[in-house]
Structure formats: structure tokens, C-alpha cells
């Protein structure tokens, strides 16, 4: 009696002294949790937008190298996709507490002030761990290189695909001997397999998944089927990239081909496109990163290259690279570990492959493991046939020109805006982003940018 | 809540402290009141002014996120916000939500406090249910509703047998967002009604009783006009913070600007010209336009205020 | 003006309760009661249905939770889910980011706010007035408001992807030091007096006179400082990009785990990082209501 408010009192201070001072000394080390308890002599940060299917190959991949380097810890961190993965990056290399590591997309490199957010790799000690020019696709190496310097290792080429369900189709009698789907060359056959599939599908699904709300989808989706027809964006003569040569014709008939699935009414908008395909949608458009989460779901199913319907093969394809984001004292042997690292998963991207990707170290390619992977053998060919953004400082992955043009795309497919008005507003915003200047070296797409 | 109020609430004290001539407490104490302020205004400069002061700069440079090679281009950043398409209706969407969820959350909290009030069990578990999601993290709770709302896995449209696109047409999306917001943090203006609801005094309701009004009477004669203030306050509370919309929304849409661009709010503009277009000169610029707006309103509710008390007198 | 001092009746403790509870044994259940309460049991469902299914979808197996058309029960009940957050999460780093963030910043915010509330309060200096006008105007800046220029500040410092630069923009709160003032204010003068003539000094005064009387007052800045410390997202989701360094809403919300959006173990994640907080409120819950009321009502 009496005592027992006071003694209280007493333990509930002393709990709160002792939570104040345990913080106190954890702020004071400053470096999280983990860091504590990793007795590595050699600590690799490394920030990847790998999720899904990807996530679980790229950690498989993490923990062979990890099985075979006990002396390097590797710690691995998966942000979400899209813009705030470049925007940490890009405030962690500006306030120089960037990781070791990055992945990046390959389109996205040129405008992301190669030189002060980023740190050339040295080609040197590249080779010293098994990684040399020769074994890349010149083409896609260079696209890398800039004033000379390579600042981006390609991973992977990866492509947008026409999923279908083998057990769908087979019932609207759209699969042909091989047991693929027929070859479609038009947008009246197009609209045709559509319709014989809607007949046999599972009802109160959607026919086909388009990410009609889905800016970057939208986007790369044009930016394949544009491709098609021969389109073009700005002059590649010199002085290149001075003039818009957008057809604003061509890009009509794309978004009329894109709207017309809404108002046929083949797409529910909106509707999660995966979870519809793996509960009996029979098609979808997604990335290839997608075939391992419609394996792993058990599906009956088939992947092409997006259709020709426009009569020229073509996709829309991008493609993953390591990228050493800037460090200020960059050097020594955690760098030597993050070049050690990024060789390694090159050189063993058979895993990788699992996910659906191309990959881009071409000795790779050419084994027969490679050559057996289903659906990916099914694809392949789209490798031939990539449709990618113009060359400038603005375009790449979730980059401005995407962030600015797909919300436009969408508004057409999704019936808020006509076509016709919408291709020439995008006209009018690609003449608008070819005069600006790019933020980070104040010079425009035409002086050069940082696009060597 | 300005420098004239604080200084009419401080006048007097100066005064009576003069009066009282204590010499003593005079000398020993009031010396010591700059080292009581001190490590407050050290963190307030650093982390307040200092910021404020250097947003002024930065808005009259082209600054880049990688913060050097800066130089100074005048009022470029400002006439080129006020002739940014994409700026204002990033300003709109933040005002349209505003204006849909002040009015909601005030009527919303006021009748659930009336509710809680007036039901004589189990009150606390009342104050629990309307209370406890307001202490949910923002991006938590509003991973919760972009879960119930997804079309064809959440639950929401299949328990009211509905097909709406929530999240992913234009005409739904800020709806959406304000229907988590309404969910989320009604509980703290609720918190305040119930409060000011339990401080009227009983004696005004028994007296009110006697003089024969019934229950409708007595709330418009006397809760209502006793709430007066707190409603004030809770609007003005919520106006300010609602403008500062950004959370919820990028939550909800996966860090998106939502469908069409349709619920991409003015702070979310703000980052992203800061943070993805690498051009915090411009984003300064705007985050000096926000500054305005927010002080404008501020100061509008107090001017409204001072003049309701004058004219009250 | 009512002033921060009003004693909100919640704060009239023990003594209330008691009464309340032996008056509960004597009400009868009239019908507009009956209605009522029906009434507060329906409102109380819709409000507690998101945190329900948030619960049940984390009791999923994954592809149940993806399921179409969905379902509130668990055909399946699993904690799978929970405990691949544990395995393969930064959920654990997470927590101990988000305590050691918010335990720091109502320590910090509690001292600096009691000692500028009681300066301004109690003391005088020269250009007090003006002092006190600039920090009221401080009451509109925010990380919402100033977030880029905060940004490139804290940068400057050094402290981007810190503990410190997460924390210490956090503590220079204009409105708890506003609320303080007021309190202090409501101290009478008579206390201090007789302390000073028997030779105690101002320091003296505030610690052993003040703050012991301040005590409710305090615990309702502290409670509320350490909520929107805990739930703060959009500061600490500028300022780290290491997220061995995250706090649990920013880390749930950005860094998704290695197997991409699963919504059974991102409802587990969402429940870890909320339902602390409510429990801890289930038992606080006098004090957390009289401190939220508090700290708002003073802005009166």
C-alpha cells in the first residue's frame, strides 16, 4: 500500500532509461540491424529490382556465389520496382552512400549521368574474373559504353510476350500441330483467335490481360506494336535527334488496335492480369519474367512474341545490367569483390535463363540446357526482332519519356481520350522533350546528352 | 498561434512580472532563458529555417539531385511552374481530395462520437473499434484497402457484389483513396469530439430538461453550439493535413501517379520533378509555391478566428 | 482561446471509472439504448472488417490469397506466412529501426520541447516575441511541404541513409512546443516564488517543481510524438535508401522481399507493424486518448 504507484513508477522509468540508452548506442554505431551480425571480412551491398520469379533465381544465384566466396558477404536488397528503385539510387550515389552493386535497366544508363552517379567498371578486372567483350553481343555491349568507358555489364535481353493456355485454346481449336498457337498476321485474325477463345473460356474472366491501365505496360506495348509498322521517333542523321519524326498515322492505328480489346469488351480493365491468366484467362501480355510464376503455378501454357499483327515481327525488349553506382572512395577490395560478383552471375545465368530472360553472356546461349527450356525456345526468336526506345537521355525503363508518354497511351486504351488526339499530343510532348535540357549535365538530346 | 497572439498572451506576464518587482527571480532566473530555448532552436534552425532559407536559393538555380555545378537562372523555375499543366492539376487533385475529405471526416467523427457517447456499455470498446486504425502506419493501413479493392481478389467488391474498378480508372481512384482516408483517420477527430462532448457541462443539459426541451432541442441549443470550436479545429487540423496528401496515395498505387495521373497529388509531383527528374532547383521552386498555399490557409483560419472572437465580444 | 491546461475529463482517472461501472450495474436496457448499441456494434464491424481480413488473408497459403473469386475464411488455415516474414524478410531489422527511430525521437522531443516550452513560458530575453513568432510559423513547415530542399539540408550534413538524419529532423516540433508553453503557463507563479526565496535556482525550479507537476501533460506529448514516430513514413522513406536501415512502414511499403507482392505475407508484415501499437493501446488506452486529445485540443 502506498508502494506500489512509486515502485511502478520506478519500473517504468528505468525501462524507459534503458530503451532510450539501448537506442542511443544503436544510433550511435549507425548501422542497422544486420551489420551487427555479419562477421564477413569483405561486405558486398547489393540493390537489385528483382522480385517474383527473378527474386528467387537471382537469390539462388547469390547463395552459390555465397557457398563458393566464404570470405565475401553479400547482402542483397530488393526494392520495389520502377521509380523509387532509381530514385534511392540515384539520392544514395548523390548523398555517397550508394551500395556496392546495382542492377539497372540498360535504357535507363545514358541519362543517369554516367560519370557522377555512376562508376565505370574496370575492364580489366573484369577479365580477371572470366568477363571479356568478346563473349557479348557487340551490339549490346556497347550500348553500355559511353565516352569510351563501359558503365554497364548486360545481364540479360528481356522481352514482352503473348501468354495463352495450351488447355484453352486447344478447345477453340487455335493450336496448330506443334501444339502452339496458330501464326497470326493481321488484326482481323487477331480479333478472331480472340473471339473463338472467348467462346470456350471460363466465364467471368477477361479473354486477354493488357494492362490497359498500366502506363509502362501500355507504353512498351506501343512502343512494339509502333515498331511494327515501321515507325520511327526522332532522325538518326547528323545532327541526329534535332528532328521529331513521330507518324502520328502509325501511331493512330495503334492505339485504335489497343482500344478496340477494350471495347469489344475482351479486357476486364483493371483486372489483375496474372491472377486472371492462372484462374483461366486464356491470354495474357507480360513480360517474360512472368514464365516462372505461370510454371510454378502448373499452367498449360504457351508464350510468342507479341503478334505480328501489323505484318513486321517486332517486340518491345529491354535488358538488365550491373552498374556500379558512385562511391567517392570506390577502390580496393570491396569493389574488386562487386566486379568478382557481377562476373560470377553473369557467367552462370543458366539459372537465370529459368526465369524466362535472354541471357546476354553468349557462351551461355549456345549450350544445349540452354536450347532445351520450354516455353523459352518458343520465344527465342523475338530476340531478332527487339523494338527499344529512341537513344536519348530521357527514354528508358519507367524514365521520363515512358513516364510521360504511357499515362497517354492509357488514356486512349482506356476510351477517355479519341486515338487521333491523343498520337498527336504525343507528337507535341516528344518536340517538347527534345528541346529540353537534360537536369543532370544541362545539355539536350541533340547536343549529344550523355549518349555517346 | 502568430507573434500577436503570442505577444498578448506574453504581455500581460511581462507586465505582472514587472509589477511584482521581485528582484531576486528577476536576476537568478529569467537569465537563464536562452540556454532553456537553446538545443530547441538549434535543431528548429538546422532543420526548419535552414531548410526554408535554402529551398528560397535552390528555387532560383537549375540544382541537380547530385548537388553541385548549380547556377542561377532568376525566376525561370517559378514562370515555368506557373505555366506547368501537370503542376496545377497535381494541385488540383490534392484540393479536390481535401475538399472531399474534411467535410466527411468532420461529420463522420462527430456522429461517431456522438454514438460513442451517449451508448452507456462497453465504452472503451467503442473508442477501441473507431480509434485503433488511425494508430496503423499510413502505408500499412493503405496496403490493407488496395488489397480489399483490387478487382477480382478483394474482398470489398465481393461482399457488396460489386465489379468496380477502384484503383484503376480514373473516375474511382480518389474515391478510393478517400474512402481509406476516411476509414483511417477519422479516429483522431473522433477523439476530439468525444472529448469536447464529455467537457460540456451535465448542468446544462438537466436545466434544459427541466425547461422542457427535448433531445433534438438540446442538441441544437447545446452540443452543437458548445462544439463550435472543436469543429473549427478539427477542420482546419484536417484541411492542412489533407493538402499534404501523399502517403495513401502512393500506397495505394504502387508509387504510381494512379490511372491517367488522376490521383498523383501535389507533394508526389514535388518528389518526383526532385527525385526521378533529378531537378531540385524546379522542385524548390514548388516546394515554395506549397509553402505559401499552406501558410495562406493557416492564416486564413486564424484571421477568421480573430474576427469570430471580435465579433463575438 | 482554451488553452491547453483544460483537464479533458478522460484524464479524471480511477474515480470515474469506478462510478461508471457501479452505475453500468443499475441502467436498464431501454430501447433507445438497445438501438444504440446496435448501432455501435454495426460501425464497429465495418470499421474493424479491414484489420479482420488484413488477419485472415495473412492465415492464407499464397494462391488462396490470390484467389478468384475471394473468400474472408481460410479454407486452409496456414501460418506460412508469418513465418516466411521471419525467414525471409528484413521484418526483424525493421522492427528494431522503427523502435530505436521512435524511442529517440520522443526522448529528444520530450527534453527539447519541456525545456523551449518552459523557457518561453517562464523566462525572459530580448526578441522573445519575435522568437516565438518565428516558431509558430515553423508549425507549417514539414517534410511534406519542404521535403526537397529538406533533403538536400540533410545531405549537406552527411546524414542521408543515417539513423541521425532520420531522427533529428524529426525533433524540432513547433506545435509539442507550443502545447508546453501553454501548460507551463497555467503553473501558478506561487510555486516558483516560494522556491526562489528559499535560494533554489530557475534550473533547480524546473526540475524538482515543473516537471513533476507537468507529468500528464508530458506523457501526452510523449505518447502522440512516439505515434507519428512510429507511423511516420514519408520523411524516413526520403532520407534512407539502405534498407538494412528502413523503419517498418517505409521497409513494408518499398522493399518488397525476394518473391514479389505476395498478399498474405504482406498482410503478416502490414499486422507487425500496426498491431503493437494496438495492443499497446488496449491497455493504455485512458492515456493514449487523453494524450491524442490533448496534444490536439491545445491547438485550439
Keep these: 500500500m502506498g508502494i506500489p504507484p512509486l515502485n511502478r513508477r520506478q519500473v517504468l522509468a528505468g525501462l524507459g532509461g534503458a530503451a532510450v540508452a539501448g537506442s542511443l548506442g544503436f544510433a550511435t554505431l549507425g548501422t542497422g540491424a544486420d551489420a551487427l551480425a555479419s562477421g564477413a571480412d569483405v561486405r558486398v551491398r547489393y540493390w537489385n529490382l528483382f522480385s517474383g520469379g527473378d527474386g528467387a533465381n537471382m537469390i539462388a544465384m547469390l547463395d552459390a556465389f555465397r557457398a563458393e566466396h566464404p570470405g565475401i558477404a553479400v547482402k542483397d536488397s530488393t526494392l520495389q520496382w520502377g521509380n523509387p528503385f532509381y530514385t534511392k539510387l540515384a539520392m544514395a550515389a548523390a548523398g555517397d552512400r550508394a551500395p556496392e552493386l546495382g542492377v539497372m535497366h540498360l535504357g535507363r544508363v545514358a541519362g543517369f549521368s554516367p560519370g557522377r552517379l555512376l562508376d565505370p567498371w574496370d575492364e580489366a578486372l573484369l577479365a580477371k574474373y572470366g568477363v571479356r567483350k568478346a563473349d557479348y553481343n557487340p551490339v549490346l555491349w556497347n550500348r553500355g559504353v559511353i565516352d569510351g568507358k563501359l558503365y554497364a555489364l548486360p545481364l540479360d535481353i528481356h522481352v514482352q510476350l503473348c501468354f495463352y493456355r495450351k488447355d484453352v485454346l486447344k478447345k477453340a481449336d487455335l493450336l496448330g500441330d506443334d501444339g502452339r498457337m496458330i501464326q497470326v498476321t493481321s488484326t482481323d485474325q487477331w480479333f478472331d483467335v480472340l473471339k473463338k477463345a472467348r467462346k470456350v473460356q471460363k466465364k467471368g474472366l477477361q479473354t486477354i490481360g493488357l494492362w490497359t491501365n498500366d502506363q509502362n505496360f501500355q507504353w512498351w506495348f506501343f512502343v512494339a506494336f509502333y515498331t511494327q509498322l515501321g515507325g520511327q521517333w526522332f532522325n538518326d542523321d547528323t545532327p541526329a535527334n534535332t528532328e521529331v519524326l513521330f507518324d502520328a498515322d502509325k501511331a493512330t492505328q495503334v492505339l485504335e488496335f489497343f482500344r478496340q480489346h477494350v471495347t469489344d469488351g475482351y479486357v476486364i480493365p483493371g483486372a489483375p492480369t496474372g491472377e486472371q491468366f492462372i484462374n483461366g484467362a486464356p491470354f495474357t501480355w507480360e513480360g517474360n519474367w512472368s514464365v516462372p510464376v505461370f510454371s510454378g503455378a502448373k499452367l498449360d501454357y504457351g508464350a510468342t512474341p507479341l503478334p505480328p499483327v501489323f505484318g513486321k515481327p517486332a517486340t518491345h525488349a529491354e535488358s538488365h545490367s550491373f552498374v556500379l553506382p558512385h562511391q567517392a572512395n570506390r577502390g580496393g577490395a570491396t569493389n574488386e569483390a562487386a566486379h568478382q560478383l557481377a562476373a560470377y552471375i553473369v557467367q552462370h545465368a543458366q539459372q537465370w535463363a529459368a526465369g524466362g530472360h535472354i541471357p546476354a553472356y553468349t557462351p551461355t546461349l549456345s549450350t544445349a540446357a540452354y536450347k532445351k527450356l520450354t516455353p523459352q525456345n518458343e520465344y527465342a526468336s523475338a530476340m531478332d526482332h527487339q523494338a527499344t526506345e529512341p537513344k536519348v537521355w530521357f527514354a528508358g525503363s519507367t524514365g521520363v519519356l515512358a513516364q510521360d508518354l504511357g499515362p497517354m497511351v492509357v488514356s486512349s486504351t482506356m476510351g477517355s481520350a479519341k486515338p487521333a488526339s491523343v498520337a498527336q499530343r504525343m507528337k507535341k510532348e516528344l518536340a517538347k522533350l527534345l528541346a529540353s535540357k537534360n537536369p543532370m549535365d544541362g545539355t539536350t538530346a541533340a547536343q549529344g546528352g550523355a549518349v555517346a | ?313 | 482561446m482554451t488553452t491547453a491546461t483544460t483537464t479533458t475529463p478522460a484524464l479524471k482517472t480511477p474515480k470515474t471509472l469506478k462510478t461508471l461501472k457501479t452505475r453500468k450495474a443499475r441502467r436498464p436496457w431501454t430501447p433507445s439504448q438497445i438501438v444504440l448499441t446496435l448501432l455501435g456494434v454495426a460501425v464497429s464491424a465495418v470499421f474493424v472488417a479491414p484489420i479482420a481480413a488484413a488477419v485472415l488473408t495473412s492465415l492464407k497459403s499464397e494462391t488462396e490469397a490470390a484467389e478468384i473469386p475471394p473468400h474472408w475464411l481460410p479454407k486452409v488455415w496456414t501460418v506460412q506466412a508469418w513465418k516466411a516474414l521471419w525467414e525471409t524478410g528484413n521484418v526483424s531489422n525493421w522492427f528494431v529501426n522503427s523502435l530505436v527511430v521512435s524511442v529517440l525521437v520522443t526522448a529528444i522531443v520530450l527534453s527539447v520541447a519541456a525545456l523551449a516550452g518552459y523557457g518561453f513560458a517562464r523566462t525572459e530575453f530580448r526578441g522573445k516575441g519575435v522568437l516565438m513568432g518565428v516558431v509558430m510559423a515553423g508549425l507549417m513547415v514539414s517534410p511534406a511541404v519542404l521535403g526537397v530542399p529538406l533533403f538536400t539540408t540533410v545531405q549537406q550534413m552527411g546524414m542521408v541513409d543515417t539513423y541521425w538524419g532520420m531522427i533529428l529532423p524529426q525533433c524540432a516540433p513547433a506545435a509539442m512546443v507550443y502545447i508546453l508553453y501553454k501548460f507551463f503557463q497555467g503553473i501558478p507563479k506561487e510555486l516558483e516564488e516560494a522556491a526562489f526565496i528559499d535560494g533554489a535556482g530557475r534550473w533547480r525550479v524546473f526540475f524538482t517543481i515543473i516537471l513533476p507537476l507537468s507529468r500528464p501533460s508530458l506523457a501526452a506529448v510523449g505518447i502522440f510524438t512516439f505515434i507519428s514516430s512510429w507511423n511516420n513514413f514519408l520523411w524516413p522513406y526520403m532520407v534512407t535508401n539502405n534498407p538494412d536501415l528502413m523503419t517498418m512502414p517505409n521497409g513494408i511499403a518499398t522493399v518488397m522481399n525476394s518473391y514479389g507482392i505476395q498478399w498474405a505475407q504482406l498482410m503478416a508484415g502490414g499486422l507487425m507493424a500496426g498491431l503493437p501499437l494496438i495492443i499497446v493501446f488496449v491497455f493504455f488506452q485512458r492515456q493514449i486518448v487523453a494524450g491524442v486529445a490533448h496534444t490536439g485540443l491545445a491547438g485550439q
Design chain 2, 1 to 313: 498561434m502568430t507573434t500577436t497572439s503570442a505577444e498578448t498572451v506574453i504581455a500581460p506576464v511581462r507586465a505582472k512580472a514587472a509589477a511584482s518587482g521581485a528582484t531576486v527571480r528577476r536576476k537568478q532566473g529569467f537569465q537563464h532563458g536562452g540556454w532553456f530555448i537553446a538545443p530547441f532552436l538549434l535543431l528548429f534552425g538546422m532543420f526548419v529555417i535552414w531548410p526554408l532559407v535554402r529551398g528560397i536559393y535552390l528555387s532560383f538555380t537549375d540544382a541537380n539531385i547530385s548537388g553541385d555545378g548549380a547556377s542561377f537562372i532568376g525566376l525561370d523555375n517559378y514562370r515555368e511552374a506557373l505555366g506547368d499543366q501537370a503542376m496545377w492539376d497535381a494541385l488540383g487533385h490534392s484540393a479536390y481530395f481535401t475538399l472531399l475529405v474534411v467535410p466527411c471526416i468532420t461529420v463522420l467523427a462527430f456522429l461517431l462520437a456522438m454514438l460513442a457517447h451517449h451508448i452507456e456499455r462497453a465504452k472503451w470498446l467503442w473508442r477501441l473499434c473507431f480509434f485503433a486504425p488511425f494508430l496503423l502506419p499510413s502505408t500499412v493501413a493503405a496496403n490493407m484497402w488496395q488489397w480489399l479493392l483490387t478487382q477480382g481478389i478483394g474482398l470489398f467488391n465481393e461482399t457488396f457484389g460489386l465489379t468496380t474498378p477502384w484503383l484503376t480508372d480514373k473516375s474511382y481512384a480518389m474515391t478510393a483513396i478517400v474512402i481509406e482516408t476516411l476509414w483511417w483517420t477519422v479516429g483522431f477527430s473522433f477523439i476530439l469530439y468525444l472529448a469536447a462532448l464529455q467537457g460540456i457541462p451535465a448542468h446544462l443539459y438537466e436545466a434544459a430538461k427541466l425547461d422542457g426541451a427535448n433531445a433534438w432541442q438540446r442538441m441544437v441549443h447545446i452540443t452543437l453550439p458548445m462544439l463550435r470550436h472543436i469543429t473549427g479545429l478539427v477542420f482546419a487540423l484536417q484541411a492542412l493535413a489533407s493538402l499534404q496528401l501523399f502517403d495513401q496515395a502512393v500506397a495505394m498505387m504502387d508509387f504510381g501517379p494512379g490511372p491517367e495521373l488522376s490521383t498523383r497529388a501535389f507533394v508526389q509531383y514535388t518528389l518526383e520533378q526532385g527525385f526521378t527528374s533529378y531537378r531540385v532547383g524546379y522542385a524548390s521552386a514548388m516546394s515554395i509555391i506549397f509553402f505559401v498555399i499552406i501558410a495562406a490557409v493557416a492564416l486564413g483560419r486564424m484571421v477568421l478566428l480573430r474576427n469570430r472572437e471580435e465579433g463575438g465580444r
